[in-house]
């Protein structure tokens, strides 16, 4: 069975700092891969997409980027952190199997809880 | 474009009575959509899924949605609310991109409170 992990789990970080999540899916191979951030009483908004390895499409303007330096993991990074950063992060994998009753289906991870400071 | 709206940000209901959570979307074409039940501090959680096979749709822990064209909801219910119910609920719909990376739109959200 599939698996999606995210780390760390929670996080403080000062104003101006660099910051680095890291989620990891096992079970399959060549998914899609999402970042959405959840901010205080509000919905999701889907920061960041991926297809494949090296290939990052972003969603809205930001001081975040993302990166997916192998199949199956998809980091989302800041060089320096905003207050208005602080959130929950959530990573969310997608199966590209080609069939259209499974493609937009998505699978949260745990989650990461980002207070900035 | 599609859009989703929950008509109530917030539910309660005692343990034992039935659930209703209402739905409404907006879509240029025929949807897939969703509910995905968050606890607090955790990620989402897939109840359902409506992808056109059947308009009732039967999800984990008991609950189902019924998709309705004619009034375009799809309103997630459950017979007897148990207190393990309690938490975030939300609708969402697909813009069906198939083959490539699909875009969710979520709905702002209902939270459950199931009282004794």
């Known amino acids: 069975s599939q698996t999606i992990h995210q780390w760390p789990a929670t996080l403080v970080q000062p104003v101006g700092s660099p910051l680095s999540l890291e989620c990891t899916v096992e079970g399959t191979s060549n998914p899609n891969l999402y970042w959405y951030r959840q901010a205080a009483g509000r919905g999701l908004q889907l920061l960041f997409y991926?297809?494949?390895?090296?290939?990052i499409s972003s969603e809205v303007p930001q001081n975040l980027s993302a990166s997916r330096p192998q199949d199956r993991q998809f980091i989302l990074s800041s060089k320096k952190l905003l207050l208005s950063d602080s959130g929950f992060y959530l990573c969310?994998?997608?199966?590209?199997?080609?069939?259209?009753?499974?493609?937009?289906?998505?699978?949260f991870g745990p989650g990461t809880r980002l207070t900035v400071l | 474009a599609q859009s989703v709206t929950q008509l109530d940000s917030h539910v309660s209901v005692s343990e034992g009575t039935p659930v209703l959570l209402r739905c409404n979307y907006s879509?240029?074409?025929?949807?897939?959509l969703f509910w995905y039940v968050q606890h607090p501090n955790k990620g989402l959680q897939l109840l359902l899924k409506?992808?056109?096979?059947?308009?009732l749709v039967k999800g984990i822990n008991g609950f189902e949605a019924e998709f309705k064209k004619s009034e375009t909801s799809f309103h997630l219910t459950k017979p007897s609310a148990h207190m393990s119910d309690a938490a975030e609920y939300f609708c969402v719909v697909s813009d069906g991109s198939t083959g490539t990376a699909s875009k969710l739109t979520f709905g702002t959200g209902t939270r459950l409170q199931v009282t004794l």
């Open positions: 879509s240029s074409y025929s949807p897939s």
């Open positions: 991926s297809v494949g390895i090296g290939q």
């Open positions: 409506y992808t056109s096979a059947a308009t």
């Open positions: 969310a994998w997608g199966d590209r199997s080609g069939r259209a009753v499974f493609t937009d289906t998505q699978y």
